[in-house]
């Protein structure tokens, strides 16, 4: 690694990935237009950083992001910790053909996201969403099998209950549940934390920004534009915007006094959270990536913790994680 101060946590019992990682979905889809250079440059830039954890899956783009952080990384694979994910099957148009999680489905899925992304192996291999239509030691059962051919180093899954990991885990173990978990978005502290810490799970925080939500740039009242999902999103609209808007200015007077900006106080307090948890922003500037970055510098004072407590209660955000289609496909 071309060298930072950026620390390392662990996943798991041994997987080793710098503290933060960087979000690759926005790069391809639901955040707006991207363009690949820039996109490319900022995936650079956060290696000679030494944010080393890059995290896409088949389903983005469709397909084109795994193609895009492959082209990115082609001459430093060495250098990365490469996840990607599986089970929301879509066709190359776009069109979603719901979750899948058969045997057969998990064996073909990895070796096109391996075509795709150009490697051998895949670091962090997740079940991205649980069917539930198929028991989900039939789908580990094949994901075990993939890890045993040398495709695959370490297995993980997302949005799953406390139950299912418990029922992965008997089959191969989990490195890391991948979930959404910011301070807009508390559900994993009702139990599934607990689960990953019994089982030595890592938690990979996905959407720690929520969405974008928790930055100076939300609370400018920036918006979002056409392309972007975040303009129907229910937390983002009408009078759930409204109200969650002042719960980031409440955000923003701690920032101030702080010296840092609201994402990197809202950040700071994932990193928080135990050396177990990893938030993976992810954005498609190098200005906010190296933003991000500098939140693993921030070191939140007891009175801090507490202030930022009391700026967004826990319960306090108003709107549901997902339209009703999405809803139905977490806590699998």
Known sequence: MRGTNVEQRILGQSLVVSQQGLGC??????YGVGD????????????????????????????????????????RRDEVVLATKFGNQRTEDGQSLGVNGHPEYVVQACNDSLARLGVDVIDLYYQHRVDRSVPVEETWGAMKSLVEAGKVRYLGISEASSSTIERANAVHPVTALQSEYSLWTRDPEDDVLDTCR???????AYSPLGRGFLTSEMANRTGTGEGDFRKHHPRFVGEAYEQNLKLVENLESIATGLNVSVAQLALAWVLSRGDDVVPIPGTKRTKWLLENIAASDIHLSAETLAAVEAAVPRGAVVGDRYHASGMKTING
Request: glycine share 12%; no cysteine; aromatic share 10%.
């Open 36 to 75: 690949d250079a820039e996109s490319i440059a900022v995936i650079n830039a956060a290696l000679d950083s030494g944010v080393n954890f890059l995290d896409t899956a088949d389903m983005y783009g469709p397909f084109t992001n795994e193609r895009l952080v492959g082209r990115a990384i082609a001459s």
């Open 25 to 30: 979905m926005g790069m391809s889809e639901f």
């Open 198 to 204: 019994r089982l030595g799970v890592g938690f990979v």
